[in-house]
């Protein structure tokens, strides 16, 4: 049996422990609303202090339980703690125009637009506020400004003033998208300023010396000396890999995701795990003592992390990175473990919001892949005979996935099939990219000719590294859709490795199932059952309103998996890409991997501007289009003209229809095109019909067009309320017609047209109608047997 109330089993306790606080971190993320009372919570914790401390010298069996309950509750404490905020944050500021005085706390992200203009955002600790009185305030804000030039930069320490909006971090609520809130609280920063080509006032220039602007300068005058050698882009890309940053192209990004080797374009535990590697080879090599090559290890890594700005992720990638090297270097596997459990916990204490960021929990998993299952690997390959890198190659790619694989797919939906070639291939040349592009930086204050060579080594190296990535991309089923598992999927994955691995809980299971033969063979009749009844359960139509901001995009996804896209969302004058970066994760993550319908509403760039990466990355079987200028069209899909799939779109007309299943799509149009205006005025109008249940989509139709719709059958169960929620849509004449009982609108907050409108809220509340809005619930999900339907809400 498995002891571990006094202690005999350390590991398995810590490993609980980290278990129970994170439980406790969870369920207050979930569900914040269950307990705001510090004074209970802190009475709970101490009474549970109190009764482990007496127990524990008791020495009574049950006692790691109570321990289990007490980091339970201090998970939630933690939460609860972490995320206050107090009177005088920033936060509390939303959506007011203020003048902030603060202190620049990060040297400037820059970048340049298509027009030649330069895009600033700084970090600013912000000190007081003025509106009508000046305030102190606490915590940090993103400042965004455009300038034309570089000149009159603001510098780290530097005090500063600006006038502007304060507005919250703002993410798209979506299932599987990395939260910036989340991750930005993490470092205390908690607003968005923007100021535009408004002047940012120094008040006091800083004379105090600045580490990380040294590092910066530093960083700069290398990145200008690359420039001077190799081509831009190669330099972009091998600054990013040795210092961070991702100012490379979006073709060679893709393929390095592809092929499952993404991390290494950002400083990693990967990198310092490398360096680690090199240091104590080069140690080994010089017959250095082994203490004496640790300490210089450390030092030399201090020293890396600092000059990649010392950043929350940097460090992490540090401590992850240094741990699983040293763990290697003294073949100590027990050791290892017990380091890794003890530093995520700390982590945890220290910050409870790591445990939902994406880079803490690859680098987690990856490095408890290292300690726990690549001894195991490697000693089971050794029996094939193969050479000792290949073998270490191997243990080591497999091990980091299998323990990251729920991870990936739940952020990524895929499976780098490729990645075991890729990091046998391709990882080698750019692991002696970094280490040349590092002695290349070290020698570069001393033999300047020398770094030169170096640098055209590091870019041949390069190439080859970049076409090898791309070959590899192209290889059948280099990446596979793999469906994103849920919570409780998680738990059992992880908990059938944690049982693999530990032949003491595999011994105490077989013979508890032998004990209960009875009920081990009842369980595994109902599992059986329970897994065939939800196999073969009809499923419901899903409607799927998707936040894509101020715009609109929805996905119908019928009983039988058959899909419609109806509008992609967009931005207006933004390079940003929202097919790429928002629909393409929110199909993949729903297990849509092509599209029978993609309708376009309009060709607006709210509509339509993702439509582009979609038709380029999943197959569409038909285009629906509306009755407008082909040139609009081929301008947003960035299509030619004579392109095959635009030559065939389908232009909706008054008797366009289709059915799909038992679901009826009809268009309601306006033949006449009376007085047409502007491209809302053309926007398709769309009904879905399954048995009781419809869903009127109406685009942006003003309520000019509205009146031709009357004498049509507009009743319908919901309504895609149009253009956002607009005055100039949505008269109270067309929704008495249609009289919903539940109105979408797909609207983005701080839009700048004040949409939804006051007037309109009003006329769907006067029906009544109960009103859902993406702005503050996220994705919307409709489910329906065609009779009643159901809603759930991504912010609850």
């Known amino acids: 049996m498995i002891k571990i109330h006094y202690g005999q089993s350390p590991l398995l306790f810590i490993n609980f422990i980290i278990l129970f606080y994170s439980l406790g971190v969870y369920m207050m993320m979930k569900t914040p609303e269950i307990s705001k009372s510090y004074t209970h919570l802190f009475c709970l914790i101490i009474v549970n202090l109190i009764l482990a401390f007496y127990f524990t010298l008791r020495k009574y069996k049950l006692t790691f339980l109570l321990y289990l309950i007490l980091f339970f509750l201090l998970g939630v404490m933690r939460y609860l703690s972490f995320t206050f905020i107090a009177d005088d944050n920033i936060k509390n500021y939303d959506n007011q125009e203020v003048t902030l005085t603060g202190i620049i706390c990060q040297m400037p992200k820059i970048r340049q637009d298509s027009a030649g203009i330069y895009h600033l955002t700084y970090v600013v600790d912000t000190k007081s506020i003025k509106q009508k009185e000046e305030k102190t305030t606490t915590g940090k804000v993103y400042l965004y400004q455009k300038q034309k030039n570089l000149d009159n930069l603001a510098k780290i320490n530097d005090t500063i003033s600006a006038t502007g909006t304060i507005r919250l971090i703002q993410n798209y609520h979506n299932p599987n998208l990395i939260d910036r809130e989340l991750s930005a609280q993490e470092e205390g920063i908690y607003a968005t300023f923007s100021i535009g080509k408004q002047n940012l006032k120094i008040l006091n220039t800083s004379d105090k010396f600045s580490l990380q602007e040294f590092c910066y300068q530093i960083e700069q005058s290398f990145l200008q000396s690359m420039y001077q050698t190799m081509p831009e882009n190669d330099a972009n890309m091998i600054f990013a890999m040795l210092f961070g ?66 950043s929350v992720p940097v460090m992490r990638a540090s401590i992850m990175g240094l741990l699983s090297i040293i763990a290697l270097y003294l073949e100590e596997k027990s050791t290892a473990q017990h380091l890794l459990s003890i530093i995520a916990l700390i982590l945890l204490l220290f910050n409870p919001l790591l445990l939902f960021n994406i880079s803490f929990q690859l680098s987690f998993a990856s490095t408890a892949g290292l300690v726990y299952l690549m001894p195991i690997l490697r000693s089971k390959l050794n ?24 991870i990936i797919i739940w952020y990524f939906t895929s499976l780098s099939l490729s990645s075991l070639l890729a990091n046998l291939i391709i990882i080698p040349l750019l692991e002696i990219l970094i280490i040349l592009g590092l002695i290349a930086f070290i020698l570069g204050f001393i033999f300047p000719f020398i770094t030169k060579i170096l640098f055209i080594f590091a870019s041949l190296i390069l190439s080859i590294s970049n076409e090898a990535t791309f070959l590899l991309t192209k290889i059948p089923f280099a990446s596979i859709y793999v469906p994103p598992l849920d919570f409780p999927a998680i738990l059992i994955y992880y908990s059938l490795i944690f049982i693999t691995l530990n032949i003491k809980i595999r011994k105490y299971l077989y013979l508890l199932l032998q004990k209960y033969k009875f009920i081990t063979y009842i369980c595994s009749i109902s599992l059986i059952i329970f897994s065939c009844y939800f196999m073969i359960k009809p499923s419901p139509l899903q409607i799927h309103f998707i936040d894509v901001g101020q715009g609109d995009a929805c996905l119908i996804i019928t009983p039988h998996q058959h899909s419609i896209l109806i509008d992609t969302g967009g931005s207006i004058n933004s390079d940003f890409d929202i097919g ?61 003209l004579n392109n095959p799939l635009l030559a065939k779109a389908i232009v909706a007309k008054e008797n366009t229809a289709f059915n799909l299943e038992d679901i009826h799509f009809q268009f309601l149009q306006n033949d006449e095109k009376e007085n047409l205006k502007s491209s809302n005025d ?48 949505s008269s109270q004449e067309f929704l008495e017609h249609v009289r919903p009982q539940l109105a979408i609108i797909s609207v983005g907050k701080y839009n700048s047209f004040g949409h939804p409108s006051k007037e309109v809220l009003d006329r769907l509340n006067n029906l009544p109608t109960k009103i859902l809005r993406t702005d503050e619930k996220g994705a919307i999900i409709i489910y329906t047997d065609g009779y009643n339907f159901s809603f759930k809400t991504f912010l609850n």
């Open 682 to 729: 053309s926007s398709n109008v769309l009904k879905l019909t399954y048995h009781n249940f419809s869903v009127l989509f109406t685009g942006d139709l003003p309520q000019t067009q509205e009146k031709y719709l009357l004498n049509k059958n507009i009743a319908s169960t919901i309504l895609k309320v149009a253009h956002h929620g607009s005055k100039t849509s």
């Open 383 to 406: 029996k094939l005979k193969l050479p000792s890198l290949l073998i270490d190659n191997l243990a080591l790619t497999m091990s980091a996935q299998i323990f990251a694989f729920p």
């Open 245 to 310: 940053g991702y100012n490379i192209e979006k073709d060679i990004l893709e393929a390095y995701s592809i092929t499952g080797i993404i991390h290494i374009l950002s400083v990693s535990g990967s990198h310092i795990s490398l360096i680690s590697l090199f240091l104590l080879s080069l140690g080994k090599f010089l017959h250095l003592p082994r203490f004496f090559n640790l300490i210089l290890l450390l030092i030399l890594i201090i020293f890396y992390t600092i000059l990649c700005g010392a």
């Open 580 to 640: 790429s970066y928002v629909d393409l994760p929110y199909l993949h993550h729903y297990g849509i991997n092509k599209l029978d319908y993609l309708i376009l509403s309009h060709a607006d760039a709210d509509h339509s501007g993702g439509a582009s990466s979609i038709l380029q990355k999943i197959p569409v079987n038909h285009l629906i289009i509306t009755d407008e200028d082909k040139d609009l069209y081929a301008k947003i899909l960035k299509l030619p």
